[in-house]
């Protein structure tokens, strides 16, 4: 595992356990049960349990052997749940120092394989050496403009495999931005003021996860 930032915050720090704290959980896999605590006061937007039960639903076995790119990664909830269903490696990207620190520090706690922690902005990631990933996980402020301009980074700068899977969340009563043409839209469901997406970077073929 590696953690990549500013000097100086290389160094993992201890995970929040104070009593002002949200709590997640881990819907399934190896981590199932095992409870995800991040600061009350952090500008985080997790997504919620049963968003994320209805995501991998979705996803099935595709998450099984996949990499991954967590390109918001707050909590790193969507990253966690994916390495505890067995996928390969997981890059989070983080521009908040110490949600990227935390993590870090949970990832090492909870003896994550193969994982990556960029404490970065996500646009300025997307702009260096591309990483061919099967799956990102998309989640950017509602209240930015960040969505169309990463898609548009991340199928550009080839950061998607031929058939890759994208999951982006936005404010459901403005829908989906407009996305690159090369991306199909697979699933849409709606929590709350939350809309949720999945997406296939080339049409979908008889591997396309389905609902259940």
Request: with cysteine; hydrophobic share 45%; glycine share 10%.
């Amino acid at each position: 595992m590696a953690f990549r930032g500013k000097p100086g915050v290389g160094v993992a720090v201890p995970v929040r356990r104070a009593g002002h704290a949200r709590v997640l959980r881990i819907i399934g896999g190896t981590w199932r049960g095992r409870k995800l605590r991040f600061a009350a006061n952090a500008a985080l937007r997790p997504t919620p349990d049963r968003v994320r039960e209805t995501l991998f639903n979705w996803l099935g076995a595709r998450a099984q052997g996949a990499r991954c790119l967590d390109l918001f990664a707050g909590s790193g909830a969507l990253g966690l749940e994916a390495l505890s269903r067995g996928a390969a490696h997981v890059t989070f990207v983080e521009r908040d120092d110490a949600a990227a620190r935390e993590l870090s520090a949970r990832l090492t706690q909870w003896g994550a394989g193969d994982t990556r922690v960029e404490h970065a902005d996500a646009l300025a990631f997307l702009a260096g050496a591309a990483s061919a990933f099967d799956i990102v996980f998309l989640d950017p402020p509602f209240d930015s403009d960040l969505l169309p301009r990463v898609a548009g980074l991340l199928e550009s700068r080839d950061w998607l495999k031929a058939g890759a899977l994208v999951y982006v969340e936005c404010a459901a009563r403005a829908g989906l931005p407009p996305l690159p043409p090369a991306w199909t839209l697979l699933k849409a469901k709606q929590a709350g003021e939350v809309g949720y997406h999945l997406l296939a970077r080339a049409a979908p073929d008889a591997t396309t996860p389905h609902e259940t």
